[in-house]
């Protein structure tokens, strides 16, 4: 099975706090610097569970870029795509629970144009996987709707993220309704801030809502999370649960997330 997923490669930087930031002084904290962006997670997830991955997106020609695009090819993911400008830096700040937010800056992912785009590269694809982060903003927007449109002409199924309820939000939440009606992705994977941001589910859709330690929703089938030790990161947890779902169904993508959730680090 080869799963393409569409959008960006960063460069994470990872903070876990065991406790409160100390605001003008020194916090302790364990920090980790590892390859990460939501496609190319879920790229290097499915690689880990058995399928064939190939990330699609413009990543940097600096440092960063180089970095991230070693750890990725590491972990055995096809890379296509322009190389081209400043690699994205995420900075997920981690608490004592688990719980992350992050801090982006998508460098050169979201200037990726149409004309950069090889249809070949999405030859054999059986399942095209499109992170949100590459609809909200020209012109990647318009190259993410050739991807699609190439990926259905050879028979792959297409699925989104929401990707983020902020950025959903800022972009136009209506407007986003309507591309992601016009697309009409066989699945959706939203969590409860961005189902709620959006407006709901869309109809006619398979709508996967992740709701982190409570388990989730296949399309209405609720599903417990399974039990682990301690839950280290949530960090890519649901780009694990996502490229789970995709390779082998419910079972695998909780699996994945749990597998996930136990270290620090959004890839396997």
């Known amino acids: 099975m080869l799963v393409c997923a569409l959008g960006d490669l960063t460069l994470d930087v990872i903070v876990r706090v065991t406790g409160p930031i100390a605001r003008g002084a020194d916090t302790r904290a364990e920090t980790q610097l590892a390859p990460g962006g939501q496609a190319a997670n879920v790229a290097a997830w499915a690689t880990a569970l058995g399928a064939q991955g190939r990330f699609i997106g413009k990543r940097g020609a600096d440092d960063a870029g180089a970095l991230a695009f070693r750890g990725l090819e590491t972990r055995g993911v096809e890379t296509r795509g322009p190389v081209e400008g400043r690699g994205g830096i995420i900075c997920s700040l981690v608490d004592d629970t688990g719980e992350r937010s992050m801090l982006s800056d998508r460098g050169t992912a979201v200037d990726f144009r149409p004309n ?19 609809l909200l903003r ?12 190439a990926a259905r002409r050879g028979g792959a199924a297409v ?45 006619g859709t398979f709508w996967i809502l992740k709701r982190g330690p409570r388990g989730c929703s296949f399309d209405g089938d609720e599903r417990a999370a399974l039990p682990v030790d301690e839950v280290v990161d949530s960090t890519g947890a649901g780009d694990a649960l996502a490229a789970g779902f995709i390779v082998g169904g419910p079972d695998l993508a909780l699996e994945a997330a749990a597998r996930c959730v136990a270290r620090i680090g959004s890839m396997p």
């Open 159 to 203: 699925s989104v993220d929401l990707a983020s309820w902020s950025a959903v939000s800022e972009s136009g939440a209506e407007a986003f309704r309507v591309l992601l009606e016009d697309i009409s992705p066989e699945v959706v994977f939203a969590n409860e801030d961005e189902e709620r941001v959006l407006g709901g589910p869309l109809p």
């Open 116 to 134: 950069e785009l090889d249809p070949g590269w999405l030859s054999g694809c059986d399942h095209l996987f499109v992170s949100g982060y590459a």
């Open 138 to 149: 020209e012109p990647v927007r318009d190259t993410a709707l050739a991807a699609i449109a």
